[in-house]
C-alpha cells in the first residue's frame, strides 16, 4: 500500500523509498486544471509530447487541448510578414541547455504575438 504525502514526494509505505514521480504532482495538476493559458512547445508534437507522457506515467491529466506550437506561429508571421523577420531576437546562453532555450522560445513568443497584434 502507498500513501501520498500532500505536497511532497511518493514513498511507499513498506520499502520507505521514493517512487519516481512529480513531487507536488496534485498542486501541478491543479494549477493546470485551473488555467486557461496555452501550453506553448517549440513544435508541440516534441515538448509537449514529452510532457504528456511524463504526465501520463505519473498518473497525471494532460490539458491537450491547450498545445499550442511556437514552430507553426514563427512560420505563418515570417510567411505574411517577411520583413519583419530581422525583428526576432537573438539567442542568449548555451543552446540545447533547456533554461536557456526555453526563455528565447518565450522571447520569440512575445516578438511574434506583437507582430501579430501590431498589423491587426
Known amino acids: 500500500m502507498e500513501r501520498t504525502i500532500r505536497g511532497g514526494p511518493r514513498r511507499s509505505i513498506r520499502t520507505g523509498r521514493a517512487r519516481r514521480t512529480f513531487g507536488c504532482g496534485d498542486q501541478l495538476q491543479y494549477r493546470l486544471s485551473e488555467s486557461d493559458a496555452p501550453i506553448?512547445?517549440?513544435?508541440?508534437?516534441?515538448?509537449?509530447?514529452?510532457?504528456?507522457h511524463a504526465f501520463r506515467q505519473h498518473g497525471l491529466r494532460w490539458p491537450y487541448w491547450r498545445n499550442r506550437?511556437?514552430?507553426?506561429?514563427?512560420?505563418?508571421?515570417?510567411?505574411?510578414?517577411?520583413?519583419?523577420?530581422?525583428?526576432?531576437?537573438p539567442f542568449e546562453g548555451l543552446k540545447h541547455h533547456s533554461m536557456d532555450d526555453a526563455r528565447h522560445e518565450a522571447r520569440q513568443l512575445v516578438v511574434f504575438l506583437d507582430i501579430l497584434n501590431r498589423h491587426f
Request: aromatic content about 8%; glycine content about 8%.
Open 69 to 89: 506550437c511556437l514552430r507553426s506561429l514563427r512560420g505563418v508571421v515570417l510567411d505574411l510578414y517577411p520583413q519583419c523577420a530581422n525583428e526576432t531576437p
Open 40 to 52: 506553448w512547445g517549440n513544435g508541440s508534437d516534441f515538448d509537449n509530447a514529452i510532457l504528456q
